[in-house]
């Protein structure tokens, strides 16, 4: 028969070791080899032309969800993007779209234009659509950002109308940085 005080400290030995293997293994999970994730253009510090790129997508999958809940009337822009200076910040303002489509449904709370945009917004980084705003002027408002700062707004009054604008990274903030190269 053994001794019990042996066999507790054989136990506490290896809980000791386990601890101590438990502890290397998560050091060691932390030291990863593999390179940092690159900066993509929807980081804080785009480019003015590659957030005009990524933010231009963003705004087209979102004309097409809208535009799936009434395919009968279509979303037009009009306009060019630019850059619009504010203090020492820079932002990429993408022209506006409009649509004959009011969206905003008394007492559903966008409940249609979220289930059509939250998972477009989610693919590209946005966080879900907010909180509804009613606006001064009687305009309805909801909107989502993402972690750069770009700012994606759905408004309602008679018409509907979607705006992006984003953060960018300029020195100069002149519209001649949008152009591709």
Do not use: I
Not at 79 to 107: I, K
Not at 137 to 143: I, K, N, R, T
């Amino acid at each position: 028969m053994r001794d019990a005080g042996s066999s507790r400290k054989r136990l506490r030995a290896g809980g000791v070791l386990l601890l101590v293997v438990a502890a290397v293994g998560q050091l060691v999970a932390g030291c990863s080899s593999s390179p940092a994730a690159a900066p993509t253009a929807s980081t804080p510090g785009a480019r003015p032309a590659e957030a005009l790129d990524t933010y231009t997508l963003v705004r087209d999958d979102v004309l097409a969800a809208l535009s799936s809940l009434d395919p009968a009337t279509p979303w037009e822009s009009s306009g060019t993007a630019s850059l619009s200076e504010e203090g020492s910040a820079c932002t990429l303002v993408l022209p506006a779209a409009g649509s004959a489509q009011y969206l905003y449904v008394e007492g559903d709370d966008f409940a249609a234009v979220r289930a059509a945009l939250d998972p477009v917004l989610a693919q590209h980084g946005f966080a879900a659509l907010g909180q509804t705003v009613f606006a001064d002027g009687g305009a309805v408002e909801v909107s989502s950002t993402d972690d750069a700062g770009a700012e994606l707004v759905v408004s309602s009054e008679q018409t509907s109308v979607v705006r992006l604008n984003a953060p960018v990274l300029s020195e100069t903030c002149d519209d001649a940085e949008l152009a591709r190269s």
